[in-house]
């Protein structure tokens, strides 16, 4: 392919690439003591939380970064980066949408999320988060007809402090990683969901996020707990402008499943990658951890990844539980020079567990990309099982895919199988789809989905859609 | 329908058309024989556009058209269809799936809606049967676990679900047993009428008792050195190609 065509490609292909002009109310760069404070004042938070932020904060100034991904990035300046965003609201909460600022309203309909009668139609409730404050959430008064809390985090904290007390750092304590301890305490938002026994929530939850301000970091925070027979299916979907300077994006996501509930969490995530020389582009360190806390619990995690210009996260399950099941679906797209270290962690610990994990990795460009798993049976975990299949497809001579499976078994019972292949996206298979009347272009995608046809049957079919296009736009010039 | 005029081209440094004149019009059935390394697939590539060959000289013309100026896709979507001789696989990717994206991508361009999926059913099932293939087929990936016959089946099957004018079969006998010899040229022959060509290119006379051809051409070190009608494969079975290899 031609230098000209690949060119023409990358420009159209991150389209949203602008920002809202809208006057932000930040914090002053950089990270002490009073930036914590200045959040959770902002935030009008308890005492309690406050002295919870403040804990972490200390313990993080004792921490060391960690370097052990094989990924490669400038350091991070944490005196420069700015960790409070919020647009300028009327100092009155909006009773209704037409109370919103018009302007971030312009925004959400840019990315395509309907905050009004459309979205009552295709029955989606969107709890949409701009910087760090979250603004209007719907349907709230149909959820909660059913029992179903979804809010924000920041509301949560206000009108159901008794749940966040309950289980906020109970699936990722505040010391479990340098991330970790920095988002506990500079979280800013992210949703709350609580769904009560036996109730299965009547539709799929959305959320959208964007970072907008320069050099401000997301440290978006979520919870979401699914009491004895509940089920929920959550879904997360990210966008973010094109930017020179790297944002950090260091979200911490729990998930607690009590007995014989469900919790699906689907993620579509398209930050901005950098452009093809690697420069700008979001940092995107995410600590993710489902608990199947109660018998028979099952989470499932299912990721389509494309963006950012460094990914490092695995969506875990400690399977604690007995009979429960976790499952991580996954696929990866690294392209230009990105880079991603991602994979997942499932613990057995109670007995009779299962899991299954089914990665998929497309790496094209200079791009390299790594899985990494662990899969670790305790003593006590009798009759576990695992599967996992982890495949590779590279496209183009100077990309990367690398394996790192860990497998630690202690129980004499447990049944852990691996499968690996690795597959290059050939000429001829191009030539073979263009001779039959398609594009290069659509071969490309053909022949991608066919690889990420397992994936994509995960996904919530509304979402699915959405998860394909993203698919083939970052992966518009990869071969060549 | 298919002009070609002193046609060369190379892969890498290596010269293999050598000035190739041939001409096919509508309803013609030609057939080109000729010792390996003669230049038969490259012929097939080029006229498909395979990127990896360069045409160094001459011309081609399709339905009136500059073929070389196009790129492969829209060579396809102008009527033209290489059966391969090595069908590749594309794992994940369905046989039914795969059907209804290259016919809608041949509607697109005729500015036609794409074919709903029951016509598109309908259509499969019929040329299912004219090849005697097994409704499995249709969900099976795309030459994935294929023998070389199915294969090959499997590129004929295509030929007639996308009716293309000018079909060029590149060795479509090569590694068949008598019966899928049969079935393959029964779907030829199925299509062949006034309005479409054939350029079938064998080794064998075998295929073209099945596959009549109006015209024979022996290529010989990347030119056409001796053209006749069906007799003269005959004749190429009994004497090789000897002579007429000396006098290239």
């Given at each position: 392919m031609s230098n000209e065509t690949v060119d023409e490609h990358l420009k159209k292909s991150y389209e949203f690439g602008w920002s809202t002009d809208i006057e932000a109310d930040a914090a002053p760069p950089g990270l002490d003591e009073e930036t914590v404070r200045f959040i959770s004042k902002k935030k009008n938070e308890p005492e309690w939380l406050l002295e919870w932020r403040l804990k972490a904060y200390r313990h993080w100034l004792t921490m060391k970064e960690p370097k052990w991904a094989e990924v490669d990035y400038p350091k991070i300046n944490y005196d420069e980066v700015i960790f409070y965003s919020a647009p300028k609201l009327a100092e009155d909460a909006p009773k209704s949408l037409d109370e919103v600022d018009p302007k971030l309203l312009e925004t959400y309909e840019k990315l395509g999320i309907?905050?009004?009668?459309r979205a009552a139609l295709a029955g989606v409730a969107v709890d949409a988060v701009f910087d760090s404050v979250s603004v209007a959430t719907t349907f709230k008064d149909t959820l909660a007809a059913a029992g179903v809390i979804f809010c924000s985090f920041s509301e949560a904290v206000h009108?159901?402090?008794?749940?966040?007390?309950?289980?906020?750092?109970?699936?990722?304590?505040?010391?479990?990683?340098?991330?970790?301890?920095?988002?506990?305490?500079?979280?800013?938002?992210?949703?709350?969901?609580?769904?009560?026994?036996?109730?299965r929530c009547p539709m799929e939850l959305s959320t959208y996020f964007r970072i907008n301000a320069a050099n401000t970091g997301q440290f978006e925070r979520t919870l979401i707990v699914a009491e004895e027979g509940a089920y929920v299916s959550y879904l997360e979907g990210c966008t973010a402008p094109m930017r020179d300077e790297n944002q950090l994006h260091a979200a911490v996501v729990e998930l607690v499943a009590l007995d014989d509930a469900e919790i699906k969490y689907s993620t579509v995530q398209?930050?901005?990658?950098?452009?093809?020389?690697?420069?700008?582009?979001?940092?995107?360190?995410?600590?993710?951890?489902?608990?199947?806390?109660?018998?028979?619990?099952?989470?499932?995690?299912?990721?389509?990844?494309?963006?950012?210009?460094?990914?490092?996260?695995?969506?875990?399950?400690?399977?604690?539980?007995?009979?429960?099941?976790?499952?991580f679906y996954s696929i990866a797209v690294t392209n230009n020079l990105q880079q991603a270290d991602t994979g997942t962690k499932m613990v057995h610990i109670g007995k009779n567990t299962r899991s299954t994990i089914i990665s998929k990795g497309i790496s094209a460009g200079r791009s390299n990309q790594?899985?990494?798993?662990?899969?670790?049976?305790?003593?006590?975990?009798?009759?576990?099982?695992?599967?996992?299949?982890?495949?590779?497809?590279?496209?183009?001579?100077?990309?990367?895919?690398?394996?790192?499976?860990?497998?630690?078994?202690?129980?004499?019972?447990?049944?852990?199988?691996?499968?690996?292949?690795?597959?290059?996206?050939?000429?001829?298979?191009?030539?073979?789809?263009?001779?039959?009347?398609?594009?290069?272009?659509?071969?490309?995608?053909?022949?991608?989905?066919?690889?990420?046809?397992?994936v994509f049957r995960q996904l919530p079919m509304e979402f699915a859609v959405e998860a394909q296009k993203l698919l083939a736009v970052s992966l518009e010039g990869a071969v060549g | 329908m298919l002009e070609i005029n002193q046609l060369a081209a190379r892969i890498e440094k290596t010269e293999i058309l050598k000035g190739l004149n041939l001409s096919i019009k509508p309803g013609e059935v030609h057939a080109i024989m000729g010792p390996n390394g003669s230049g038969k697939s490259t012929l097939a590539s080029v006229l498909a556009g395979r990127e990896s060959y360069e045409v160094t000289g001459g011309t081609a013309t399709f339905r009136g058209k500059d073929l070389l100026?196009?790129?492969?896709?829209?060579?396809?979507?102008?009527?033209?269809?290489?059966?391969?001789?090595?069908?590749?696989?594309?794992?994940?990717?369905?046989?039914?799936?795969?059907?209804?994206?290259?016919?809608?991508?041949?509607?697109?361009?005729?500015?036609?809606?794409?074919?709903?999926?029951?016509e598109f059913l309908k259509m499969l099932k019929e040329n299912m049967k004219v090849l005697e293939m097994d409704a499995t087929f249709k969900n099976r990936f795309v030459n994935v676990g294929f023998s070389g016959g199915e294969k090959k089946r499997n590129e004929i099957l295509q030929l007639l679900m996308l009716n293309p004018t000018m079909a060029v079969l590149d060795e479509t006998d090569s590694g068949l047993?008598?019966?899928?010899?049969?079935?393959?040229?029964k779907g030829v022959n199925h299509l062949r009428d006034q309005n479409h060509s054939f350029l079938v290119i064998t080794h064998y006379q075998r295929l073209l008792d099945y596959i009549v051809p109006d015209y024979v051409h022996v290529l010989v070190d990347g030119k056409i050195v001796r053209s006749g009608d069906k007799s003269l494969a005959l004749e190429l079975e009994a004497h090789g190609y000897g002579d007429l290899a000396q006098t290239a």
């Open positions: 309907p905050l009004h009668e009108d159901h402090p008794e749940l966040i007390k309950k289980y906020l750092g109970s699936v990722v304590p505040i010391y479990d990683n340098y991330y970790t301890t920095l988002n506990s305490a500079v979280f800013s938002d992210g949703s709350f969901v609580f769904i009560p026994k036996g109730v398209n930050w901005y990658p950098g452009d093809e020389n690697g420069k700008g582009g979001i940092y995107n360190f995410v600590t993710k951890r489902g608990l199947c806390k109660g018998r028979n619990a099952k989470i499932s995690w299912t990721q389509v990844e494309t963006g950012s210009a460094v990914t490092w996260k695995y969506p875990s399950c400690i399977l604690k539980g007995d009979n429960s099941i976790g499952e790594s899985y990494r798993g662990l899969v670790r049976i305790n003593p006590k975990a009798e009759g576990a099982r695992n599967y996992t299949q982890c495949d590779s497809l590279l496209m183009g001579d100077t990309c990367g895919a690398h394996t790192f499976p860990y497998i630690e078994v202690k129980n004499q019972s447990a049944k852990v199988e691996h499968e690996a292949t690795t597959s290059k996206v050939g000429d001829d298979q191009i030539f073979y789809c263009r001779q039959r009347g398609m594009s290069e272009e659509d071969a490309v995608n053909l022949i991608v989905n066919g690889f990420c046809k397992e | 100026e196009m790129d492969p896709e829209d060579r396809a979507r102008e009527g033209l269809f290489l059966a391969f001789q090595y069908p590749i696989e594309l794992p994940g990717v369905g046989n039914s799936y795969f059907l209804k994206t290259a016919i809608n991508a041949h509607r697109k361009y005729r500015g036609e809606d794409p074919l709903d999926a029951y047993d008598i019966d899928a010899l049969r079935v393959v040229a």
